[in-house]
């Protein structure tokens, strides 16, 4: 919920310790063994074991923060998809259309319809998100739930996400976002085989975006949407028919698809890990797994095999 403001997490590491696959504990930084210390940053858990982390932090205080509920239409995602964009980088928000389950929020008649849930997190000086705020707000929310607090306190409007489950997960950055893509994303949910579908959108940008494309493993810097596919299940029998919705959704939006965090990757294969990854970043992930991993001990990930 930071990204906008503050970069990714990646982007504060300093460095790292990791045990690696000839069992040595290496510490890794931009002076110590720099090729391994650029490849964790983004490359996941190919080269080794991390074990200790050692990041740079941001003091964040009071921000403005929170959730506000929208029927979700046509208009209305676009509509926040345009507001995101356009405001200041300070603010970071995260979609989610679902069927709205029962919420203390939310008012009895809206449960079992769509709705989309965006939470948000402005991180300037907190008198300013409600002029910040103002053209989510006139959207017409349902239910608006922002204001001052400490930026942890995002984390209670997430928590009904928390417990546990089993998904079938599809991704992609978007090249584009509008009428269209919303189109298709209301008509799939509500068609959805399972009532624990998401529609999961992201709008990019901000300082995440300035970091130089080569300067760590994660080199979609430019992307400006990011789209995540998610249809959950209890029954285990349940998965063929997860997995063919969110795929269904996926490959009708591929078209404006390039690339994919490697991160929200489900089991798809070995073509789809090399998306995550622009052809010369995967090249040189491949050279540094085979000086550090060349038998491929850490395989059981979005793997990147060892360059022969």
């Given at each position: 919920y930071l990204a906008r403001r503050h970069?990714?997490?990646?982007?504060h590491l300093e460095g790292v310790e990791i045990v690696t696959a000839d069992g040595r504990i290496v510490s890794a930084n931009a002076r110590e063994h720099a090729d391994l210390f650029w490849a964790v940053r983004g490359g996941g858990g190919n080269f080794g074991i991390v074990t200790r982390f050692i990041y740079r932090a941001v003091p964040v205080g009071t921000t403005y923060t929170g959730a506000i509920v929208l029927p979700a239409t046509v208009e209305t995602i676009v509509g926040v998809a345009r507001a995101a964009e356009a405001a200041p980088e300070e603010l970071t928000t995260i979609t989610d259309m679902v069927v709205a389950p029962p919420m203390p929020f939310l008012p009895p008649e809206w449960v079992g319809k769509l709705i989309l849930y965006v939470t948000a997190v402005y991180a300037g000086d907190p008198a300013d998100g409600p002029a910040v705020m103002a053209p989510f707000r006139a959207l017409g929310p349902?239910?608006?739930l922002m204001a001052p607090m400490?930026?942890?306190g995002i984390y209670q409007f997430t928590a009904q996400a928390e417990p546990p489950a089993a998904y079938?997960?599809?991704?992609?950055f978007l090249t584009s976002f509008d009428a269209s893509t919303a189109e298709l994303a209301i008509a799939s949910v509500l068609a959805s085989p399972t009532p624990m579908a998401m529609f999961h959108f992201r709008i990019l940008g901000g300082e995440m975006a300035r970091v130089p494309a080569d300067a760590t493993a994660f080199a979609h810097r430019d992307a400006r949407?990011?789209?995540?596919?998610?249809?959950?299940?209890e029954d285990p029998a349940a998965r063929p028919d997860a997995a063919a919705w969110a795929s269904g959704l996926h490959t009708a939006l591929r078209p404006q698809a390039r690339g994919v965090y490697s991160n929200f990757l489900g089991?798809?294969?070995e073509a789809r890990v090399h998306?995550?990854?622009?052809p010369a970043t995967y090249a040189r992930l491949a050279a540094i797994k085979a000086a550090w991993d060349p038998t491929n001990v850490f395989h059981r990930n979005q793997n990147i095999r060892p360059a022969s």
């Amino acid at each position: 919920y930071l990204a906008r403001r503050h970069g990714l997490a990646i982007d504060h590491l300093e460095g790292v310790e990791i045990v690696t696959a000839d069992g040595r504990i290496v510490s890794a930084n931009a002076r110590e063994h720099a090729d391994l210390f650029w490849a964790v940053r983004g490359g996941g858990g190919n080269f080794g074991i991390v074990t200790r982390f050692i990041y740079r932090a941001v003091p964040v205080g009071t921000t403005y923060t929170g959730a506000i509920v929208l029927p979700a239409t046509v208009e209305t995602i676009v509509g926040v998809a345009r507001a995101a964009e356009a405001a200041p980088e300070e603010l970071t928000t995260i979609t989610d259309m679902v069927v709205a389950p029962p919420m203390p929020f939310l008012p009895p008649e809206w449960v079992g319809k769509l709705i989309l849930y965006v939470t948000a997190v402005y991180a300037g000086d907190p008198a300013d998100g409600p002029a910040v705020m103002a053209p989510f707000r006139a959207l017409g929310p349902i239910a608006d739930l922002m204001a001052p607090m400490p930026y942890a306190g995002i984390y209670q409007f997430t928590a009904q996400a928390e417990p546990p489950a089993a998904y079938e997960i599809r991704s992609s950055f978007l090249t584009s976002f509008d009428a269209s893509t919303a189109e298709l994303a209301i008509a799939s949910v509500l068609a959805s085989p399972t009532p624990m579908a998401m529609f999961h959108f992201r709008i990019l940008g901000g300082e995440m975006a300035r970091v130089p494309a080569d300067a760590t493993a994660f080199a979609h810097r430019d992307a400006r949407f990011m789209v995540m596919i998610m249809a959950g299940f209890e029954d285990p029998a349940a998965r063929p028919d997860a997995a063919a919705w969110a795929s269904g959704l996926h490959t009708a939006l591929r078209p404006q698809a390039r690339g994919v965090y490697s991160n929200f990757l489900g089991d798809e294969g070995e073509a789809r890990v090399h998306e995550a990854y622009p052809p010369a970043t995967y090249a040189r992930l491949a050279a540094i797994k085979a000086a550090w991993d060349p038998t491929n001990v850490f395989h059981r990930n979005q793997n990147i095999r060892p360059a022969s």
